[in-house]
């Protein structure tokens, strides 16, 4: 790959969890195996955040970019369990925090992503024009629905959509046809030329270069893409641009901290 190309990780993670041991468990630490694999800056959420406590975790992450700003990117993290506190934990993220977008996990809260808890999220991401990452998103037709409804949210669907690159791309469709829908990359059980099957449905700008960090390894995820046979211009939109475009950055490399 050239030089100049930026690996922006859109799915990252941050702090201890319970499901498995996890080494890297710091910001000195993430940014050393960081550097090793060559990216740039990771967009994170804490894992405490999707667990139990968004507040302490949300406040975790805070520090990390506040250390390391040009380093790591902030998710918001709410409790679709507890409605009444979305509203507030949102304003506090954006207006006292520093963060940049959202991340939710149904999955962990056991909570449907069609559920109305989550509606005060999507207006206020539609009010701030922020992305949200999702652990899934439901039926196509849901996502087809609320991407429709909220133009101004970049939906990113994360773990490639569970989908394994060898039968139907459920959401192909939704990807395609939705300009604020993409697809990160974010999951270890794809198959040979799945990522040029992705590519060839919904096309190189829809793709967003996720690793699921410190869960997985960032090189064995960037070597998905830079070893794959897609152009060296598609890899550079899949690896940085195109997240970058999504948070709105210049796609000029900026200093490291």
Not at 163 to 175: E, K, T
Not at 244 to 257: A, H, V
Request: glycine share 8%; with cysteine.
């Amino acid at each position: 790959m050239p030089s100049a190309t930026r690996i922006i990780d859109c799915h990252g993670h941050f702090g201890y969890y319970n499901g498995t041991k996890i080494i890297p468990a710091d910001a000195e630490s993430m940014i050393r195996v960081m550097d090793k694999a060559g990216v740039e800056k990771i967009c994170m959420s804490a894992f405490l955040s999707i667990g139990p406590d968004c507040k302490v975790g949300n406040d975790m992450v805070a520090e990390a970019v506040k250390k390391y700003p040009n380093r790591f990117v902030g998710y918001a993290v709410v409790n679709p369990n507890r409605p009444q506190e979305i509203e507030g934990e949102l304003r506090r993220c954006f207006e006292d925090l520093g963060m940049r977008a959202i991340k939710l996990h149904p999955a962990s809260h056991r909570v449907s992503i069609e559920s109305s808890a989550f509606k005060k999220v999507f207006e206020f991401a539609a009010n701030k024009r922020l992305p949200i990452l999702s652990h899934e998103w439901g039926s196509p037709k849901f996502l087809d629905q609320v991407s429709s409804n909220y133009p101004e949210i970049s939906f990113i669907m994360a773990h490639m959509g569970f989908w394994d690159g060898r039968g139907d791309f459920a959401y192909a469709a939704v990807v395609a046809s939705h300009e604020n829908v993409y697809v990160d990359l974010a999951y270890s059980n794809v198959f040979y030329e799945a990522l040029e099957r992705l590519v060839a449905i919904v096309g190189p700008t829809k793709v967003v270069f996720g690793s699921d960090f410190p869960l997985h390894d960032p090189g064995y995820q960037v070597g998905r893409v830079t070893f794959s046979k897609l152009p060296a211009e598609e890899q550079q939109m899949i690896l940085g641009l195109n997240m970058l475009r999504i948070l709105g950055e210049s796609p000029q490399r900026g200093n490291r901290r």
